[in-house]
């Protein structure tokens, strides 16, 4: 289809099925790009008419998003994940092998529109990686083997449907199990108990746990549920954050795999808490595939009862669930930004205050929730507050799902008691000869080897539950970058400082590794860190220097041995800036490289 | 008794609901900012009016003033910092100052001037970002955007008309326009419309009036911005 032929689509019901309601806006495009491929212009154009809404404003969602396709894409789309663990299995090389045997090149569309081959960020496959979306769907374990067969495939255009099922085989790998990971609860079993004590005495049972927040910020949960339970405003809203974008996060893609059910549950006792009557599950884009059997396990629940009005048979205890996809964009885990993205619109984090417990989605008091931190609530109606800060330690209660990958035997999903030291941790996965361990994602902290007697807690080391591990033959230098690269990618762009903050970082770490840097380079990058560090926006733009600063503190070997022994050297390469005339002369001998003829009149 | 805040160790008097950066500008103290104006809510999008309030920097635009608060504005450390976000404002767009119309009138340039920017420091991206001169009476520059986002602000909530948006993000968040095609030409945009009358720098030009006012005698020109902005609310 040319850009200017009117889609055939029925756009209008599509819309309709939306309820023509604009802050749908977002499932609207992933619905009308999963039926024509992309989002044509005149697609935009019908989309803003059938809502009566402007123009501009349907372009400006379409474009925020990385998984929604202003452009063709080709009829096999591949992302191959970019963390830095798949890079360390060879995902680049697998990447550079599956494009040179389907002729394309990387983010552009075959000639004949049928494959196009780009990357993508960290697709929460970190345990059985190198992994890659094919149409959305993951397709884990790869290798050169398996590449043959996808390029095979994809050349005799077999539908996804008969490609073989063990490509799409996604594996829990739960390792360590400890109280949540081994619970086994009938639905409906912690919210009777919970409607047992009454409103009032389940909010006293979360406040004597002490649970705090598992997606990292480790704010303490009955406090946010407190405030919003007493906002003035009436129609409260839960909301579950599925936005599991920290690169090396996976835990709560096991959890919505075998245990949906318990964050359902956990859902509906935060709405019995606090008094609210609708839920939303905001699923990231790459947990695409798991939406069938998450809507069918809320069917079950209406079904008994568990979901719906008069839950339970209490009277006025309404409360359901829709589940909202998200569309590539990691700064949507950032509770305001997820809250503008469920509203339909750009991602773009919220001025605070106010906070969402009083001015959340909508403008209602909302409760926004880690995955991990709704399940465990059902812990504590099960069990009581006391029991669940038995473990731990005193400021961090209860267990903690660690997402563990990188250099170790046995890659997967580790639940501990808060307090466990990284060495430990280490031990039990397999890890020798260990340099470093990213704990946190992207965003966390990279720790040397004589800080491995830390340990996992909010007093310590916090995190939401990602941690990569680097043995001695890995180049921290290139772990930092590629976590700058992952920024600059998913910076929203809003404020100045993370905006053009990160893309300068991303430019002078390539200068780096082209061994062109010098001194003065590691005092920019020093200089854009601090004003990232002080004046972003969100924390993405404050976080966003996090494995800079701390790898140029303890690995700073890494960066120098790549600096001329220069005190300034230039961005600007004239040897590059003649590729043009090469190109038009058709030479690439010696003598048309500037650095070459030199390097032979020297010698 | 009025509640009060020490703003670089003077008392400032406030009252409830007015943000540092407000409460400042009626007690006479300029903070430099871009994307605030007075007859729009905050942004908070240019950080140019950050302080440092009890050690954290936030924007003072959003910020509420609280009681005995201590705000460090127009110190070094602040000013520094403020001149390295014009810096990274200079270097992700295109920015020639003496070939601009706006040149004189620009508050871009006008802040660079007053905090003492005297090089871009960091390297220039060099964007390519076309022109639209497809509206009989408005020019579109993009290469001076600095995304402050008035023109989309007074589009939508003042001439209901929803002109101009914002797509795409990252370094690579752009302006567009409520047309299919993407041209100004196709909008309904008028000439004396707010958002064609906001732009502070030099994106939305009006054509046709260029250089009436010779470069040397404009605003900017005569007085530094601090004391304009103090004397006409903007």
Redesign the interface.
């Known amino acids: 289809m040319t850009s200017h032929e009117v889609p055939a689509v029925p756009i209008e019901s599509i819309v309709r099925k939306h309820g023509g309601d604009p802050t749908r806006l977002l499932q609207i495009l992933i619905d009308v790009q999963e039926s024509i491929g992309w989002l044509p212009?005149?697609a935009?154009?019908s989309v803003a008419a059938a809502l009566s809404i402007?123009?501009?404003?349907v372009?400006?969602v379409?474009?925020?998003y990385h998984f929604l396709h202003k452009r063709p894409v080709g009829r096999f789309h591949l992302q191959f994940a970019d963390n830095i663990t798949e890079r360390m299995q060879g995902s680049a090389e697998l990447m550079a092998s599956l494009c040179s045997k389907l002729w394309v090149e990387p983010g552009r569309v075959s000639e004949d529109g049928l494959v196009s081959v780009e990357t993508t960020s960290c697709i929460g496959m970190g345990d059985q990686g190198p992994a890659l979306l094919v149409n959305g769907m993951p397709l884990t374990r790869l290798s050169h083997q398996r590449i043959n067969q996808i390029a095979e495939l994809v050349r005799r255009e077999a539908p996804l449907s008969s490609w073989p099922p063990e490509f799409f085989r996604v594996d829990d790998n739960i390792r360590r199990a400890d109280a949540l990971l081994s619970l086994e609860m009938a639905p409906g079993a912690a919210l009777r108990a919970a409607v047992a004590l009454g409103r009032d005495g389940w909010m006293e049972q979360m406040q004597i746990s002490n649970l705090r927040g598992r997606g990292g910020a480790g704010f303490t949960t009955a406090v946010k549920w407190m405030a919003c339970r007493d906002a003035a405003a009436p129609e409260k809203v839960v909301v579950c954050n599925a936005d599991e974008g920290e690169p090396g996060t996976f835990k709560d893609r096991v959890l919505l795999t075998r245990m949906a059910d318990v964050v359902f549950e956990g859902m509906t006792l935060a709405a019995w808490a606090v008094g609210a009557c609708r839920g939303f599950v905001y699923l990231r884009g790459e947990y695409r595939y798991l939406l069938e059997s998450l809507r069918e396990a809320l069917s079950l629940r209406r079904a008994e009862n568990l979901l719906g009005r008069g839950i339970q048979g209490i009277a006025g205890f309404d409360f359901d669930i829709e589940i909202h996809l998200g569309a590539g964009?990691y700064v949507c885990g950032e509770e305001t930004a997820l809250l503008e993205s469920l509203e339909g619109k750009?991602g773009t984090p919220r001025?605070r205050?106010p906070f969402p417990v009083t001015h959340g989605y909508l403008g209602r008091p909302t409760v926004v929730n880690n995955v991990e931190t709704l399940a465990k609530t059902c812990l504590i109606a099960l069990g009581g507050g006391e029991a669940f800060a038995a473990t731990g330690t005193a400021q961090s209660t209860g267990t903690k799902l660690l997402s563990i990958s990188g250099d170790c035997a046995q890659p997967g999903i580790y639940e501990y008691p808060f307090g466990v030291p990284i060495e430990r941790v280490l031990e039990d996965c397999g890890a020798s000869d260990i340099q470093a361990v990213q704990v946190g994602g992207a965003a966390g902290i990279t720790l040397a080897s004589y800080e491995f007697h830390r340990r996992i807690a909010f007093e310590d080391v916090p995190t939401a539950g990602a941690f990569m591990v680097f043995d001695s033959s890995r180049d921290l230098f290139e772990v930092a970058r590629n976590f700058v690269d992952f920024f600059?990618?998913?910076?929203?762009?809003?404020?100045?400082?993370c905006?053009?903050?990160?893309?300068?970082l991303k430019?002078a770490m390539k200068k780096l590794a082209e061994g062109r840097g010098a001194k003065t380079d590691l005092a920019?990058i020093e200089?854009i860190d601090?004003?990232l560090k002080?004046?972003?926006?969100c924390g993405l733009g404050s976080a966003a220097p996090n494995p800079v600063v701390d790898t140029l503190l303890k690995f700073r070997p890494a960066y120098e041995r790549r600096l001329q022994s220069l005190d300034f050297e230039p961005?600007?390469d004239l040897d590059a800036a003649l590729a043009a005339a090469r190109r038009a002369s058709g030479r690439d001998d010696p003598g048309a490289h500037i650095g070459a003829e030199e390097a032979g009149q020297n010698g | 008794m009025s509640k009060r805040f020490l703003f670089d160790g003077r008392p400032v008097v406030f009252e409830d609901g007015q943000t540092i950066l407000q409460a400042a500008r009626a007690a006479g103290h300029y903070i430099p900012h871009l994307c605030w104006h007075p007859d729009f809510p905050p942004h908070g999008s240019c950080k140019l009016c950050i302080v440092k309030v009890a050690g954290r920097h936030v924007s003072s635009c959003a910020m509420p003033a609280k009681e005995g608060m201590e705000v460090e504005s127009n110190t070094p450390e602040i000013n520094g910092e403020r001149r390295a976000l014009l810096q990274m404002l200079f270097v992700e767009g295109n920015h020639f100052c003496p070939s601009c119309e706006k040149s004189g009138n620009c508050q871009l340039q006008a802040l660079a001037y007053d905090l003492e920017m005297t090089g871009e420091r960091f390297a220039h991206f060099f964007p390519e970002r076309p022109v639209d001169s497809s509206h009989p009476d408005v020019l579109l520059d993009f290469n001076r955007c600095i995304f402050c986002e008035l023109c989309v602000r007074a589009s939508r909530d003042v001439d209901g008309k929803n002109v101009f948006a914002l797509t795409n993000r990252g370094i690579n968040k752009h302006l567009v326009v409520n047309a299919e095609s993407g041209r100004l030409g196709d909008t309904d945009l008028a000439a004396d419309d707010l958002a064609a009358n906001i732009c502070p720098v030099g994106v939305i030009l009006k054509k046709r009036v260029g250089f009436a006012t010779p470069i040397g005698e404009r605003t900017y020109d005569v007085k530094p911005i601090h004391i304009v902005a103090m004397e006409d609310g903007k």
Request: include cysteine; charged fraction near 20%; charge should be positive.
């Open positions: 212009p005149p935009l154009t402007p123009r501009s404003r372009e400006g379409a474009g925020f964009a750009r001025i205050p600059a990618h998913e910076s929203c762009g809003f404020c100045t400082p905006r053009v903050g990160t893309a300068l430019k920019d200089w601090r004003l002080n004046a972003s926006h961005a600007f």
